[in-house]
C-alpha cells in the first residue's frame, strides 16, 4: 500500500511515517518511480508504535523495543537485552508512578465535584 492509504488506515500523518522510517521504525520498499509501497504488517506497525509513543516512550526506546516485539499483538518476539530490560523496567515504573498522579487526581476532582453538589 502507499503512504496515504497507511495514512489513512493508522490515523497517522504521512509526515509521522516518513519520520517513523527515517528513525528505523519502519521500511518501505521503493517503486521504480520511487513511492514507498508498505506491506500490510505496516499497519499493526504504526498502531504499535502509536502505542509505545502514548505511553511515553521516546523513538529511540521504541527503536529498541520493537525488534523485541510482534507487531499482531504486541506479545515478545526474541528475547530482549538485560540492558533493554533494565530500561524498559525504568519506564515501566515511571508509567506506574504517572497512573498513580492520574488517580490521585481524579479522587481529588471526584470530592471536589461532590462537594459542590452538596446544598
Given at each position: 500500500m502507499?503512504i496515504?492509504?497507511l495514512?489513512?488506515?493508522t490515523n497517522?500523518?504521512e ?5 517513523y ?8 520498499e521503493r517503486?521504480?518511480?520511487g ?15 502509536q502505542?509505545?509513543?502514548a505511553a ?8 529498541q ?11 515478545p518476539s ?8 533494565a530500561?524498559?523496567?525504568t519506564?515501566r ?9 492520574l488517580?490521585?487526581s481524579?479522587d481529588?476532582l471526584?470530592e471536589v465535584?461532590e462537594?459542590a453538589?452538596?446544598p
Amino acid at each position: 500500500m502507499r503512504i496515504g492509504e497507511l495514512a489513512r488506515r493508522t490515523n497517522v500523518s504521512e509526515r509521522s511515517l516518513r519520520y517513523y522510517e527515517k528513525q528505523g521504525m519502519l521500511t518501505a520498499e521503493r517503486t521504480p518511480g520511487g513511492h514507498r509501497e508498505y506491506p500490510e504488517a505496516a499497519v499493526d506497525r504504526v498502531i504499535r508504535i502509536q502505542e509505545l509513543f502514548a505511553a511515553g516512550l521516546c523513538s529511540e526506546k521504541i527503536v529498541q523495543l520493537l525488534p523485541c516485539m510482534r507487531d499482531t499483538d504486541g506479545g515478545p518476539s526474541v528475547r530482549a537485552t538485560p540492558n533493554l530490560v533494565a530500561e524498559l523496567s525504568t519506564e515501566r515504573a515511571r508509567i506506574d508512578r504517572m497512573i498513580a498522579d492520574l488517580v490521585r487526581s481524579r479522587d481529588t476532582l471526584d470530592e471536589v465535584i461532590e462537594a459542590a453538589r452538596l446544598p
